[in-house]
């Protein structure tokens, strides 16, 4: 019943907000009125970050072409690839080019001594690589080859502001930032448990709107017997229209073995929100589908549903009201309440066409595929993150796209439809396109859906140019 556009939309927003409060490195910043010791060496730690990845074989904006060859060792490094992906180490090189190209001329020197290093054979004959080990090999790297090399020292001299005690500190700095990476499987294990719970508070709205019916009907009914109750009743009073309170589909609601069943282990219900409950009533009684309704000769289940329906539809649903309480119950409800309030017509209908009374409620997943669908799509783009954020900076840099365009949230949706394209082979190309355009539209700048239309159009053509995707 919780469809995949929910799950989508959920993904995004689950991996938008792990990424975006994940502390992955410490990027340093110039301090206030620096001395020329400190404006040097923030000078030059900027400088290394753009170096390592650089000699790692990333492309970054300002270089046309890197100085040295591709080394899958490398580039595969998982800091480096972290260091690479991270937005606010991209947005400082973007605003700071001359820091991209400024040790050019030391690139290939330092390769050089790097690939031939004990540290680096080392390295690349270990079978089974880690954070840890990763992080170690590039500080060894910074302290003991970089940090001496004479090409490199000589391209740092020509700053004017170079001082000794600026380089010593830049490299402890550039050390520093590596060191403070971390990979939080802590804070993925809450992003990845937040899904779920997310995709629960769904199901739980879907019950929520189908008892309002209940609750309604349940204050109308009370209202009607304190009217009998007053001082001098009106004949009305005493002998009201019990069309609405008798209506078929709140006592199916109530009554249905699923509903009672998911009540036991989630108890929900509208009790406590009586000036909603009175509000809203009052906007169905004044409704011209009341009127109609209550004004029918006979009616019969199928009408009754029928009524439901339209009240849904074009009462409570599109209220205000409800939407505000809604996000005073739920921060996962906001977002939920157009595809949840489309399961509840749905259902409402198929009560319609109940023959014995006992209406069976949607299950909350479709087949254990579906059931899945969140957690892997979520899991695969925070593994490959970096991966495929490659394939997206490989085309931002063209005429037809401005790489200052590329809002975070255009990122994550773009991460997330390549997970998709390369994880789900039975999902065709044209159905995540047009699911990730949609949310870009909804989620993010005017123009995103525009923009991650092209950029993903140009990302599925080199997949499948390189073979790593293989469907229509």
């Not at 990763?134 to 001299?157: H, P, Y």
């Not at 409800?333 to 595809?339: A, G, K, V």
């Not at 993150?385 to 590329?406: A, C, G, K, M, V």
């Not at 989620?443 to 080199?462: D, E, K, P």
Request: charged share 25%; with cysteine; net charge negative.
């Amino acid at each position: 019943m919780i469809n995949r556009v929910l799950i989508r939309i959920k993904v995004v927003q689950l991996l938008y907000s792990y990424l975006l409060t994940q502390s992955e490195f410490k990027i340093e910043s110039l301090p206030e009125n620096p001395s020329r010791d400190k404006k040097y060496a923030y000078s030059l730690y900027l400088d290394l970050l753009a170096f390592i990845l650089r000699i790692s074989g990333y492309k970054l904006p300002s270089a046309s072409s890197n100085a040295v060859e591709d080394n899958r060792y490398l580039s595969a490094n998982k800091i480096v690839r972290a260091l690479n992906a991270d937005d606010q180490v991209r947005t400082i090189l973007m605003r700071n080019p001359s820091n991209v190209t400024s040790f050019d001329g030391a690139l290939r020197s330092v390769y050089d001594a790097i690939v031939n290093s004990s540290i680096y054979r080392s390295y690349i004959r270990q079978k089974d690589s880690d954070i840890q080990k990763d992080m170690t090999f590039w500080s060894v790297i910074l302290q003991t080859i970089i940090a001496k090399n004479e090409c490199f020292i000589e391209e740092a001299r020509k700053n004017p502001d170079f001082t000794n005690l600026g380089f010593e500190n830049a490299i402890k700095m550039a050390v520093s930032t590596l060191e403070s990476y971390c990979d939080n499987r802590t804070l993925l294990s809450e992003a990845r448990n937040a899904l779920d719970k997310s995709l629960d508070k769904a199901y739980e709205l879907y019950h929520a709107l189908l008892l309002l019916s209940v609750e309604l009907t349940r204050t109308q009914d009370m209202r009607l017997e304190a009217a009998k109750q007053k001082h001098l009743p009106t004949p009305e009073d005493l002998n009201p229209n019990m069309r609405f309170v008798d209506n078929a589909l709140p006592r199916m609601i109530i009554e249905s073995p699923d509903m009672k069943e998911y009540l036991k282990n989630n108890p929900i219900s509208w009790v406590e929100d009586d000036s909603f409950i009175k509000s809203m009533l009052n906007s169905i009684i004044n409704s011209d589908i009341y009127a109609e309704y209550m004004a029918k000769e006979t009616t019969d289940v199928e009408a009754d549903c029928e009524f439901w329906r339209m009240i849904y539809k074009n009462v409570i649903l599109p209220s205000d009201e409800l939407a505000e309480i809604l996000e005073s119950k739920s921060v996962y409800w906001n977002d939920d309440l157009q595809i949840m309030g489309t399961f509840v017509l749905k259902s409402i209908k198929r009560a319609a066409a109940c023959k014995n009374g006992i209406i069976s409620l949607l299950p909350q997943y479709k087949d254990e595929e579906d059931e899945q669908f969140g957690p892997r799509l979520f899991l695969d783009a925070v593994d490959n993150r970096e991966t495929y954020r490659s394939y997206i900076d490989r085309f931002i840099n063209s005429d037809q796209w401005d790489p200052e365009r590329l809002a975070f949230m255009d990122i994550v949706i773009m991460i997330t439809a390549i997970a998709e394209l390369l994880n789900f082979p039975a999902i065709p190309i044209p159905v995540t396109l047009n699911e990730y355009i949609e949310i870009a539209n909804s989620y993010s700048t005017q123009r995103s859906g525009q923009f991650i239309n092209g950029i993903l159009y140009s990302v599925i053509n080199y997949l499948k140019d390189e073979q790593l995707l293989c469907k229509n």
